[in-house]
């Protein structure tokens, strides 16, 4: 019984030492393993691809070791570092720069989730959505890892792989070059891991408002909103971006189905096994976010080269030295001057142009954003209608849009092309810095103009209708000065039969004179029924100016009717008073006999009308 008392018995709550230590958030520590975690997962990951195609290769060329050596030289190309090709067949190391950028969104992804994990203070990997008090979101738990900790923390964990991983990859077939293995994996570390712990922290506006100090006062609201999100030149330039480079992987998939039996039969050539045709396929689809970078670059002038001297452009392709068979390439047109077809792509750059400048010209004039106040780009809750920035402020952020998003497609194709070889091979792919410029030139000529013509637009339907008449514009004025303000309209002619003059005779000929005297006099006021007692005269007592006719025949009878009245009021008062003078006279003879009067009365003769 009493061991029956012993395993039931409730166990001891934990010590609040215990409580400490499981919500003490980890610091370095944490943000070490998390940065070691991510690099680790993205080397396996590269590992299990390059291990499975070298297991279903018919021919492999080496052991697995040499796979391993492959992914780990694959790994640090995905992070913008230029590989050493060392078996060649002249025996000369061959440089091999051209990064496959969707390689690319693994390792950032991997840090971005590390840093944001490191400053929730948890492991990476562990559980859905950590939160604390200090995090922006409202969320209970314990408080933030400082970004002084955990961001760096990120960031030697994941060196601390990357350094060995590179080692490793030096004494394999695909060698890493140091000046570029130590300037680009530290800056994709520093980037994205950075990002990660930026949203742990909601996103806050101060850091990057500290990294701004640097611009002008009236440029970082442009860049920056006050709340915190992306100002209007950002998003405007992420919106000409976005045109720039879905255009250009819509040209190259043009392109690839109007060249389909090339590509097809580049695809048959390269290799004979599947598994070689599914690398291949891989190859492809790693590569196609370079592939639409070399495409907006085509659309923008400068094009691409596919070698030292061998550029293609719109205007023109030069003839492309030996390449080897690639479905990719395939896509590219063939040499000899453009045609309509090929100068058909400078359409993407002025949609890119006219997109961007609808965006800023929907910031400026506060289209859809319940307007802005022009100096700091808020909503201003005093003001019901849109405040439209001026004309220097809308050029301007116009420019600087232009401008980022040159800049950033300059990076893109800096990053999507490169050398592939020596001597000929040495320049592969577009050059960025003409790349930027050609943007830039495009979107400047075009958005601006857009900008301000939509701004003009916008700021001409919000203007009410103006009369364009002189009597028009008057009343217009005189009614908003308030009600009753201004001469009151005047009520329109009866349309009675007895009006009849040179003008006609009844309502059809008023209507006709009354539709001919606001036709000449620019009036768009309606008539309206009244009667002549119901009009109302002018403030100053002057009549309206109207037709010489209509007025004399008014007025003549009018003089009319008045002297018919007076004669019908003079001769009722005179009969009435030689009545009264008859009967007095008549009483008196008679005595005043009532008996009387009323014998005769039936007998008096009747009155004179």
Not at 241 to 255: H, I
Request: glycine share 14%; with cysteine; aromatic share 4%.
């Amino acid at each position: 019984m009493a061991g029956v008392i012993e395993m039931t018995a409730r166990r001891r709550p934990s010590s609040p030492l215990l409580h400490r230590m499981r919500d003490r958030s980890p610091g370095l520590g944490g943000g070490l393993v998390g940065g070691a975690v991510a690099a680790g997962l993205g080397l396996a990951s590269f590992a299990v691809l390059v291990v499975l195609l070298w297991i279903s290769s018919p021919y492999p060329d080496s052991g697995p070791g040499g796979a391993l050596h492959v992914a780990a030289a694959l790994w640090l190309l995905a992070h913008g570092a230029d590989l050493i090709r060392v078996d060649t067949l002249s025996g000369t190391p061959a440089p091999l720069g051209v990064p496959p950028l969707l390689l690319l969104a693994l390792p950032v992804w991997l840090l971005h989730r590390a840093g944001r994990d490191a400053a929730y203070g948890r492991m990476t990997g562990t559980g859905g959505e950590g939160g604390s008090e200090g995090d922006g979101k409202g969320h209970e738990g314990p408080p933030l890892v400082p970004a002084r900790t955990s961001w760096p923390g990120v960031v030697l964990g994941y060196l601390a792989v990357a350094a060995p991983a590179a080692l490793y990859a030096a004494g394999g077939p695909l060698r890493p070059s140091w000046p570029w293995t130590v300037v680009c994996v530290p800056v994709v570390a520093v980037v994205a891991a950075g990002a990660g712990v930026w949203s742990a922290y909601g996103r806050r506006s101060r850091p990057l408002r500290r990294v701004l100090g640097v611009l002008p006062v009236g440029v970082r609201p442009l860049v920056l909103g006050p709340d915190g999100r992306p100002g209007v030149a950002v998003r405007a330039a992420a919106a000409g971006l976005v045109v720039l480079v879905a255009g250009g992987a819509v040209l190259m998939v043009l392109s690839l189905l109007a060249h389909g039996a090339v590509a097809q039969g580049a695809l048959l050539r390269l290799t004979e096994g599947w598994s070689g045709r599914f690398a291949v396929l891989l190859l492809c689809a790693a590569l196609l976010p370079n592939a639409a970078v070399w495409g907006a670059a085509y659309a923008l002038g400068p094009g691409f080269a596919l070698g030292a001297g061998h550029v293609v452009s719109p205007l023109s392709s030069a003839p492309a030295p030996f390449l080897p068979p690639f479905p990719l390439l395939a896509a590219v047109p063939g040499e000899g001057p453009g045609t309509p077809v090929h100068w058909a792509a400078g359409l993407l750059p002025v949609a890119a142009g006219v997109v961007l400048g609808r965006r800023v010209a929907a910031a400026a004039t506060g289209a859809g954003s319940g307007g802005t106040h022009p100096g700091s780009g808020e909503t201003r809750p005093d003001s019901g209608q849109a405040e439209v920035w001026p004309v220097g402020r809308t050029v301007r952020a116009t420019c600087l849009a232009a401008l980022l998003c040159a800049a950033v497609l300059a990076g893109l194709a800096a990053l999507a092309g490169g050398p592939l070889g020596v001597s000929v091979l040495a320049r592969f792919g577009p050059v960025w810095w003409q790349v930027g410029l050609a943007a830039l030139v495009w979107l400047v000529l075009l958005a601006v103009p857009t900008a301000l013509g939509a701004r003009a637009w916008h700021c001409r339907s919000l203007r009410p209708d103006e009369p364009r008449i002189g009597r028009q514009r008057e009343e217009r004025a005189q009614d908003a000065d308030g009600p009753g303000a201004g001469r009151p309209r005047k009520a329109a002619r009866p349309r009675d039969t007895w009006f009849t003059g040179a003008a006609g005779t009844g309502a059809a000929e008023w209507d006709m004179l009354d539709d001919a005297g606001q036709a000449d006099r620019g009036d768009s006021r309606q008539a309206v029924k009244s009667t002549p007692e119901t009009e109302t005269p002018h403030p100053s007592g002057e009549s309206e100016p109207e037709d010489e006719d209509l007025h004399l025949h008014l007025h003549l009878h009018q003089d009319r009717d008045q002297d018919r009245d007076r004669n019908q009021g003079a001769g009722q008062g005179g009969n009435q008073g030689r009545n009264q003078e008859g009967n007095q006279g008549r009483n008196q003879d008679r005595g005043q006999d009532p008996n009387r009067d009323q014998d005769e009365a039936p007998h008096s003769l009747p009155e004179a009308p």
